[in-house]
């Protein structure tokens, strides 16, 4: 049976892609060397790793004076590292847009390195929809936003342009819709969301606001010397960073991130429609904010519970129970994820009301 994969990450990639990251682990390049087993200096590696940065520009549409790098330690060490880097080591001062709780982790690692202000904030409505319309604090080094909210499912459609250096955790929609991308100064993105496979983080960064906090900052950390190493300082994750390569090629082999918006947004579309019809489940996110990627709801009546995930689970998906903060269901709706499978979750949730 097909399984339809609604796992909120590590998640679904394209099937092509786990084909030829499955050959590749027999022989790589026609090297009769497993790309497990060959130096992150051989040319075929340096080409893997100069491929994945020039697609990320390419389908990114970023101007000159960028950098892209591939780290590891996962978006959760971008939290310590950004501060680090852009913070100033006198009275620095930071603004973060807490929309979840992985802005809310960002938002508090900072505090490490400064006053680190929560500029606004929908904690109070357990994060269920985006803050607008605030005023920003004078002196910010940065401002932090998280494009899109996984855990609760929100999704910033139109950013807060703050007068200085901007900067987006876009872990889990990067890829998935267009954006003048160079509104961002820093953008950095776990893989495993939407991009590639647990192990690589990337990070996306305009050169010229860097060295400038006056902090002393260990080598690993320091975004500069990544840059000035392209991503080889020390040994990178290899094959992470190889599989990500070639989701990026699948993705701008079909058209790029225009065509997989277009699909992503037919996606969301078929889904909400269901959840807003069906009497028997609600939405958890404020319509207007709600993300195309990561879809939260809740059955109305909870006593149905059993009855609904033996309903899902006979259809073949897999990975739709909500985050344990949330309840409920969460439907996440990555770029490999094929309208099809979405049409079986609504399927499904017909029938399901259909029996009641
Ligand atoms: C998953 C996620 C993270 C954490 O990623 P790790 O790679 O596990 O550290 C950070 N931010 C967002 C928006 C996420 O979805």
Redesign the pocket.
Known sequence: MKIHNYSP?PCILPAEVFQKASQAVLDFDQLGLSILEISHRSKNFIAVMERAMALTKELLGLPEGYSVLFLGG???LQFCMLPYNLMKAENGKAGYLVTGT?AKNAWKEAKHFGSSVAVASSEDQNFSYIPKGFEFPEGLDYFHT?S?N?IFGTQIKAFPKYNGLNVC?M??DIFSRQLDFSQFDLIYA?A??NMGPAGV?AVIVRDEILGKSGRPIPSMLDYAIHIDKESMYNTPPVYAVYVTMLTLEWLQRNGGVAWIEGINRRKADLLYAEIDRNPLFVGTAAVEDRSDMNACFLLVDPAQEARFDAAWKAAGISGLPGHRSVGGYRASMYNALSLESVQVLVDVMKEFERTA
């Open positions: 990450g996962g978006a959760s992985w998280t899109n996984t955790d872990s889990s776990g495993q969301k983080t």
